[in-house]
């Protein structure tokens, strides 16, 4: 519900921003075609891409407003609003270059000394935005929200930066992603792209003011170059730290909120004061990204692999070959018409390439988004897991799969935050001697074999949940125990301190046979009425008298078990009900108030 109403609260500012250019009509266009497309997916998800959405076009309706004109207020309260997205996702501070860029761009283009206004502006705008990211931040977690980009990015960009023999690597794997999206989003919005182009570069060369179409081009084009390349530096970063599979990965979610941007662009033509630009010049700057539309088509975007969560909009396309051709051919058809007669081909991709791609990718996309509807093996083993393991084993889980996305999803359906994933090969085996310090369990999901000795294992279909270290100690407080007691007979509920004991007999039966000689270390205590009375422990034809008080105390009972068995009694003699005393109306027949269990081979 908060994604979905944060997502179509944009619509507005959309629609407000596009305004700016267009008539009413081709605003509520680009707004209900942003509204539709592919990027809705991201409400089905458990991520901020939804609320951003919704920041990123506050900001940038507010932003677009403003001039070298406006005072510092305005600028103050336009970082406040970039403090306020980054607090929903730190991504945000990485579109202050291109921010700061059209700050600088907009006062050069003001006539007088407008270095000292522009500089002041960007000041006040920077300011604003930490201030209130930080300030608000330390008043919900404390100094831990202190950071620019939170713990985990934080710790990547360390680790990128500090390895400088790597870098020229990182330069050359970034390069390689670049291509990817540059790829990507000419194939999609080569027209707007070209149109923007050539708004930005007469905007540039022009004496006069800056128009307000020439405005949005030239955010738009530093806002999404700037996104592109921080995108592509963060995948050549996770690539080298030894995933080269991500290089593959177009992530396009961390800049497609601004796609809408690149309709506004191409609408803004249709305006009835828009003026016809130069063939020459359209030839000139569509020439490359027609080659780039025909070679991304040729190749079929190969070696990139769109998935459905990091790039819907591209994936929408590639779903079935012939659609994607279908779509490219038209995509080129709209540039060649831009060529030669510009409002005709403006018309073509905003009336109906647009509404069509849009159709066709958010149909498919919706349609992939379905299959997760019938739960596969990642959610069946999370399922399961959280079924059958207490919080505080949970916390000790680590779960291992080939599929990186699908073990994130897992470990949400765990709803454990210390559980921790780790990604393996395709078919490879786990070594469990390489399990984490602190982790007792492993929950393995696909077709990958335990390489190393556990405690025991609970093989599934598609799956394997087991526990490598532990398996000794009982803590009465839970109501059971994995891996450890596989029956427990003649115990009353579970409480926050232990269990009593409600029968004559208690009998635990664990899940492997015990040693040969132990100890018992029991921490107990009896009910007051009974203490000080005698119980007896039995293991085979082995048993131990021992004495309980009322309160707790540690007992070391001592077994020799030739046999191996697996089963612990407890002989409760004179069980005391709290009815039957008057006390209450507990019909328990209480004994020994057992709170931890724990053996200890010898």
Request: hydrophobic share 50%; net charge neutral.
């Amino acid at each position: 519900i908060i994604n979905a109403t944060s997502f179509v609260a944009a619509t507005p500012f959309v629609y407000l921003t596009a305004r700016h250019v267009c008539s009413r009509s081709l605003a509520s266009i680009v707004a209900l075609l942003a509204l539709l497309g592919p990027i809705n997916s991201y409400t089905a998800y458990f991520m901020p891409e939804a609320p951003y959405f919704f920041s990123f076009w506050l900001v940038t309706w507010f932003i677009l407003r403003l001039d070298n004109s406006s005072n510092f207020r305005s600028w103050c309260f336009a970082g406040i609003l970039l403090g306020f997205s980054a607090l929903i996702k730190p991504h945000a501070l990485l579109i202050l270059p291109g921010l700061v860029a059209y700050i600088l761009f907009v006062s050069w283009k003001k006539e007088g000394a407008w270095q000292l206004q522009g500089l002041s502006n960007v000041g006040v705008f920077i300011a604003s935005a930490f201030v209130f990211k930080f300030l608000i931040s330390y008043l919900f977690v404390g100094k831990v929200g202190l950071t620019f980009f939170g713990p985990f990015y934080t710790v990547m960009a360390n680790t990128t930066l500090s390895r400088s023999e790597q870098h020229i690597r990182l330069f050359l794997l970034s390069s390689e992603s670049v291509i990817g999206h540059v790829l990507a989003v000419c194939l999609m919005f080569g027209l707007p792209i070209a149109v923007g182009v050539y708004a930005t570069v007469n905007s540039i060369v022009s004496k006069s003011e800056t128009k307000t179409d020439q405005k949005i081009s030239v955010f738009s084009l530093i806002i999404l170059s700037n996104l592109i390349l921080v995108t592509s530096v963060f995948t050549a970063s996770i690539t080298n730290l030894g995933y080269p599979e991500e290089i593959a990965r177009l992530h396009l979610r961390y800049y497609d909120f601004s796609f809408p941007l690149l309709l506004v662009i191409a609408a803004s033509q249709l305006s009835s004061d828009s003026i016809s630009s130069n063939r020459k010049w359209r030839i000139f700057i569509a020439f490359p990204i027609a080659a780039m539309i025909l070679y991304a088509t040729y190749m079929r975007l190969y070696p990139y692999a769109p998935n459905f969560v990091d790039s819907p909009e591209i994936r929408g396309f590639t779903f079935n070959w012939t659609i994607f051709y279908v779509l490219s051919g038209i995509s080129f058809i709209c540039l060649a018409l831009w060529v030669y007669e510009d409002r005709m081909g403006v018309k073509v991709f905003v009336y109906f390439f647009m509404p069509l791609a849009v159709a066709i990718s958010t149909f498919n996309i919706n349609r992939e988004l379905r299959r997760s509807l019938i739960p596969d093996a990642y959610d069946k083993a999370a399922i399961f897991t959280k079924q059958y393991l207490s919080q505080e084993d949970r916390s000790k889980l680590v779960i291992a799969g080939s599929q990186p996305g699908s073990l994130y999803l897992s470990l949400v359906l765990l709803d454990n935050p210390k559980a921790a994933r780790e990604p393996i090969p395709a078919g490879a085996a786990y070594d469990l001697s390489k399990l984490p310090p602190g982790k007792e369990w492993i929950l393995v999901i696909g077709d990958h074999a335990l390489s190393g000795n556990t405690v025991c294992q609970l093989p599934a279909d598609g799956f394997i949940l087991a526990r490598v270290v532990g398996g000794n100690t009982v803590d009465f407080s839970k109501s059971s125990w994995p891996c450890v007691i596989s029956k427990a007979q003649g115990l009353s509920a579970a409480e926050s301190w232990g269990t009593w004991s409600s029968s004559d007999v208690v009998t635990f039966e664990f899940s492997r046979p015990l040693p040969e000689h132990f100890n018992l270390h029991l921490v107990a205590h009896a009910y007051s009425k009974i203490a000080g009375n005698e119980f007896v422990a039995r293991v085979g034809d082995s048993a131990v008298k021992f004495i309980l008080d009322a309160s707790n105390e540690e007992k070391v009972l001592e077994f020799a078990n030739p046999e191996r068995s697996k089963i612990i009694t407890f002989d409760v003699p004179s069980l005391v009900s709290t009815k039957g005393l008057g006390l209450s109306g507990d019909e328990r027949r209480l004994g020994i108030g057992f709170v931890k269990l724990q053996i200890e081979a010898l």
